[in-house]
């Protein structure tokens, strides 16, 4: 007993794509297919799980395959790959495993090169031994002086994730994590491109105006988007407002923004009971209670820097949807709009003082267990798109955040402090250096030597 796969010698989407137990059954299914081309070919059984597994990972679609242009000088150049000649496909694996070893090319090219000369050496193992060209040597390349351990253990990855004898389902889990990871890379050293475009239930929609939204936009506007109210913890000018304000834009809804302290009180959510123009007393609404009673975002930004008792005030409007109002005779209770919404901005869980963030408070449970929490951290993306015409500059405060973060220094490279060094460089003439100096004012020598710093 064996096992028979079907090819097709002219065109290699013919094939059936099937392994076939018997020599019987593969020959039906060749004259059933009509076509003077195909022919069946036996398998080892130990070979047929690496040739699955291969056709799996490496087949690629028509489309894709009629990109795959014949490039060496001689009469086929430019034809598809497929429509090649058998005596040429020797010559062509020798020149695409050249291409996969290349390391002066991108990973990506190198990727796809192995994969069309796996695909290559499949056709060639198994066409019929009559049609076989003479065999040709394959040069082995030179190491470039660029080349690594780490470029040699890549490669040695990607090697085994192409060759068979791997089980096929974790074959596939590695092809996919490396594919997400590539595009990760690729959107985090801004080689790929993107369009962000948020469609709203009135069927309009928004695009941010510099093209780029925070890493958690996208969690964060789904949430908010449904009415969860969110707790975004992260360092200190990570962009957690810039991405509420953004989250409210998206939503088409007004924004209001309080910056919370020790000193916030109550009046500052619901508004207070002062005297009018004649004298007479009145109520003084807040932007809190406008977007609470007639739809719109509100950011509690530094929410841990509160007293915890000003908070639970509006606990019961943010889980029932009534808040008391002291002093508005005419209406003492707010009812929640269908479109209020909130998020909170904190550097801490809440949970206390840390060695970064010392002023913080401890809060309630039951204000937190109000709110969903997203974990967000500084985005290399949103920071090349704001800063897309001073990458020097941005360049320099990632190394210097980098190396802050690797000695364990207690000091904050934000994305803030990047955009006021951005401006200026721009509009000051500042040099990268110079920038770098008043960032680093109140260093001491051994933090400045610990990331790089030269002062002069």
Not at 404 to 423: D, E, I
Request: with cysteine; aromatic share 6%.
């Amino acid at each position: 007993m064996g096992h028979f796969t079907c090819l097709d010698k002219a065109n290699e989407w013919n094939r059936c794509g099937r392994v076939h137990s018997s020599e019987a059954t593969a020959r039906k299914c060749c004259e059933s297919s009509g076509l003077a081309t195909r022919y069946y070919v036996k398998r080892d059984r130990q070979d047929i799980e690496g040739i699955l597994t291969n056709w799996a990972l490496t087949r690629p679609t028509k489309e894709r395959l009629a990109e795959v242009r014949w490039d060496l000088d001689n009469e086929h150049r430019g034809k598809p790959l497929c429509e090649i000649p058998w005596q040429h496909l020797e010559a062509t694996l020798v020149e695409l495993r050249k291409r996969a070893m290349d390391e002066s090319s991108t990973p990506r090219k190198r990727e796809l090169a192995a994969a069309r000369a796996k695909w290559v050496e499949l056709e060639l193992s198994a066409k019929p031994q009559e049609e076989q060209a003479p065999p040709q040597t394959e040069p082995t390349p030179e190491p470039t002086p660029m080349q690594t351990d780490t470029d040699q253990s890549d490669l040695a990855v990607l090697r085994r994730l192409l060759g068979g004898g791997t089980d096929q389902a974790e074959t596939r889990r590695i092809a996919e994590q490396a594919a997400r990871d590539a595009i990760a890379q690729a959107a985090n050293d801004g080689s790929l491109t993107y369009k962000v475009e948020v469609k709203r239930p009135d069927a309009t929609t928004w695009t941010p105006p510099n093209g780029a939204v925070h890493d958690a936009f996208e969690a964060v506007a789904s949430w908010v988007g449904i009415n969860i109210p969110v707790l975004v913890k992260g360092p200190a000018g990570t962009g957690k407002s810039f991405l509420a304000k953004q989250v409210a834009e998206a939503l088409g809804l007004p924004f209001a923004e309080m910056s919370l302290s020790g000193g916030t009180a109550e009046h500052h959510f619901v508004g207070s009971r002062l005297p009018g123009k004649d004298g007479a007393f009145e109520h003084r609404t807040t932007p809190f209670l406008e977007c609470y009673e007639e739809g719109g975002v509100v950011l509690l930004d530094e929410v841990d820097a509160c007293d915890e008792n000003v908070l639970l005030s509006i606990n019961n409007g943010i889980a029932n949807g009534r808040l008391a109002v002291p002093g508005r005779d005419d209406a003492p209770f707010a009812i929640k709009h269908k479109d209020f919404r909130l998020i909170a901005a904190a550097n801490t869980y809440g949970t206390g003082p840390s060695a970064m963030y010392v002023g913080r408070n401890q809060l309630d449970a039951a204000f937190l267990d109000r709110f969903a929490v997203m974990d967000v951290d500084y985005d290399k993306k949103l920071e090349r798109a704001l800063c897309a015409d001073a990458q020097q500059v941005a360049n320099r405060w990632w190394e210097i955040r980098e190396a802050a973060t690797s000695k364990q220094l207690r000091r904050v490279v934000s994305t803030r402090s990047l955009l006021r060094a951005v401006v200026m460089h721009k509009s000051l003439g500042y040099s990268v250096d110079k920038c770098v100096e008043v960032f680093t004012t109140s260093w001491t020598a051994d933090e400045c030597k610990a990331v790089g710093v030269t002062r002069g």
